[in-house]
């Protein structure tokens, strides 16, 4: 699938680490660095631009190591980007952790994965079909 992208950073654009990788780092672009207080939020501008295909979406995921190492992750995530979104790609980054944490331009801040989906129509009806699991569910499926 070839992805119509405009690169208004400095940065190269998003690229797979390895040839099983579904997810491609993305940077911020940014004038100045941010200093990400504890709990505070911010939304970082990676100076990319998508035209994607009808049915696929670009997931904006956290980048594992960010999170576990640094309590840095996507608040909304995964973020959807949409077919038809021309803007900017933003990533809204949370910082979880107790120390403050500095987002320079060029920093790879989440990831990003290109996924199809279905739209699908509703049908309203009175009943579902019957299931071994019904309506349980909040940890239901096992004790562990």
Same mark, same amino acid.
């Given at each position: =699938?070839?992805?119509?992208?405009?690169?208004?950073?400095? %940065?190269?654009?998003?690229?797979?680490?390895?040839?099983?990788?579904?997810? =491609?780092?993305?940077?911020?672009?940014?004038?100045?660095?941010?200093?990400? #207080?504890? @709990? +505070?939020?911010?939304?970082?501008?990676?100076?990319?631009?998508?035209?994607?295909?009808?049915?696929? +979406?670009? @997931? !904006?995921?956290?980048?594992?190591?960010?999170?576990?190492?640094? /309590?840095?992750? !996507?608040?909304?995530?995964?973020?959807?980007?949409?077919?038809?979104?021309?803007?900017? !790609? /933003? !990533?809204?980054?949370?910082?979880?952790?107790?120390?403050?944490?500095?987002?320079?331009?060029?920093?790879?801040?989440? #990831?990003?994965?290109?996924?199809?989906? +279905?739209?699908?129509?509703? +049908?309203?009806? #009175?009943?579902?079909?019957?299931?071994?699991?019904?309506?349980?569910?909040?940890?239901?499926?096992?004790? %562990?």
């Amino acid at each position: =699938m070839v992805v119509k992208v405009i690169n208004k950073s400095s %940065n190269p654009l998003p690229a797979y680490e390895s040839s099983f990788s579904a997810g =491609m780092d993305i940077r911020a672009f940014i004038e100045s660095p941010i200093v990400l #207080q504890p @709990q +505070e939020r911010v939304l970082v501008k990676t100076g990319l631009y998508l035209e994607l295909e009808k049915n696929f +979406e670009a @997931q !904006v995921r956290p980048r594992s190591g960010l999170a576990l190492k640094k /309590g840095i992750t !996507v608040l909304n995530s995964p973020g959807t980007i949409d077919a038809d979104y021309r803007g900017e !790609v /933003g !990533v809204i980054l949370i910082n979880l952790s107790s120390e403050n944490f500095k987002i320079n331009s060029g920093d790879r801040i989440a #990831q990003l994965v290109i996924s199809k989906h +279905e739209s699908i129509k509703w +049908e309203l009806s #009175q009943s579902l079909g019957e299931s071994k699991r019904g309506d349980k569910g909040f940890g239901s499926t096992g004790l %562990n």
